[in-house]
């Protein structure tokens, strides 16, 4: 076995362990082991700097669970857009494709509590349907390995999964979501990226939520990956009692830039059970975006994002800018809230003079953006 795979082995994840661990009350911790069960891997324990701290959140079980778990079940509507086993087809041209319902830690705050955790494996025949809908699909450009986590599939299964899709023409890039590079960052070795790299165009987006995230193992990790030709993105879950304040956020993402990772989303949190305790007010997320853009390098800023319940798709959300627009002029205010009048091209005199390219004039085109006036 791996080194990673023996620290899988040794997560926290019994009943008898978590009271034993984390003095939960046995029946409270009994209820929750149903709800969701617990895997907190040794790497991410040792995260841990003292109960109740923002890495302690996101992987301890906690009875204020208990007190929603009759909340949504699939709240981004994925299994009614889901035309195959595995396959989740929302945008036009890429899909999410469900390789495996194990992950290297289960959070808490995981939206897709139905499909992470349990132990029937899923195997290349299981797949089939997704491989087929995916080549005789010619519009999917871009496949998104998701799960669970699906590097925690061994090396050869996954490279299998690879092959498959990458002899697919119409499949441009392969994306993998992991979690991995935070959690369990040894599982990112020189043999698998020597792997990963053989499939390019490869492209990583990784999960880290707090600076203390950030450690020697998770720099080298993402170095690998970066190193081998790999782009890392980073989406961020928003959450109360974890992240929810810009200067831990202004770290996090400067932190994440430094070893070449670059924040992709922000997310509002979703209204999933069990995790309704870890909702912000969408303030609190436009305030934190406020601090961000014209405060600090331009890479580190992501788009601030709601996940629109029952399947509408990310849906970017930002602080007012516009302070107001009408045919002649648009006004805004900048990052230091100073007001700036920037003159418009008025409809009537756009491309009068030079060679249409069959948007001739504005007439018909409204801009679906709201100003309120003053
Ligand atoms: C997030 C998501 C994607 C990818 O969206 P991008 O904005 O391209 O990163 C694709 N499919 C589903 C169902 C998603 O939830
Ligand atoms: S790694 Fe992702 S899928 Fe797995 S438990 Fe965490 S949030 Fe859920």
């Known amino acids: ?12 994840h019994s009943v008898d362990q978590l009271v034993e661990k984390f003095k939960l009350d046995r029946k409270i911790a009994v209820n929750l082991d149903n709800f ?16 109740g701290d923002p890495i302690w959140l996101q992987c301890v079980p906690d009875e204020v669970e208990l007190n929603d778990i009759d909340a949504s079940e699939d709240p981004l509507g994925e299994d009614s857009m889901s035309p195959v086993p595995n396959i989740t087809h929302r945008y036009p041209d890429r899909v999410l494709f469900l390789a495996t319902s194990q992950c290297g830690m289960y959070c808490r705050f995981c939206t897709r509590k139905r499909k992470v955790g349990n132990s029937s494996k899923i195997s290349m025949k299981d797949l089939e349907s997704a491989f087929k809908y995916v ?8 496949v998104i390995l998701s799960g669970g986590d699906p590097l925690m599939l061994t090396d050869v299964m996954l490279e299998k999964i690879l092959k498959r899709l990458r002899a697919v023409p119409h499949v441009e890039i392969i994306r993998i979501g992991t979690k991995m590079p935070c959690v369990l960052p040894q599982r990112i070795t020189p043999k698998l990226v020597k792997m990963l790299r053989k ?14 995230e950030i450690t020697d193992e998770s720099k080298k990790a993402c170095e690998l990956l970066v190193d081998a030709g790999i782009p890392v993105g980073n989406q961020c879950v928003l959450m109360r009692g974890v992240n929810d304040n810009p200067e831990i956020i202004k770290d996090l993402f400067r932190k994440l830039l430094a ?3 670059r924040p992709y989303y922000l997310y509002q949190a979703d209204l999933t059970k069990g995790a309704n305790h870890f909702r912000t007010p969408i303030k609190v997320g436009l305030e934190i975006m406020d601090k961000l853009r014209g405060h600090i390098s331009g890479l580190a800023i992501p788009h601030y994002v709601i996940d629109a319940p029952g399947g509408g798709g990310k849906i970017p959300i930002l602080p007012q800018y516009v302070l107001h627009q009408d045919d ?23 491309r009068n003079d030079i060679p ?14 709201l100003v309120e006036e003053e």
């Open 36 to 51: 969701f069960q617990a895997r907190i891997n040794p790497y991410y324990l040792s995260l841990i700097r003292y109960p």
């Open 135 to 142: 080549e005789e699909h010619s519009e999917i450009r871009d």
């Open 1 to 12: 076995m791996e080194l990673w795979q023996n620290l899988i082995r040794d997560s926290i």
């Open 356 to 369: 249409s390219n069959g948007t001739d004039n504005l007439e018909g085109i409204t801009l679906p953006i």
């Open 328 to 350: 002649e002029k648009i006004v805004l205010r900048n990052f230091k809230y100073e007001t700036f009048v920037y003159p418009d091209v008025t409809p009537k005199d756009y």
């Open 259 to 261: 070893m070449r990772v």
């Open 199 to 212: 499939y390019h165009p490869i492209y990583i987006n990784t999960h880290f939520n707090h600076p203390w």
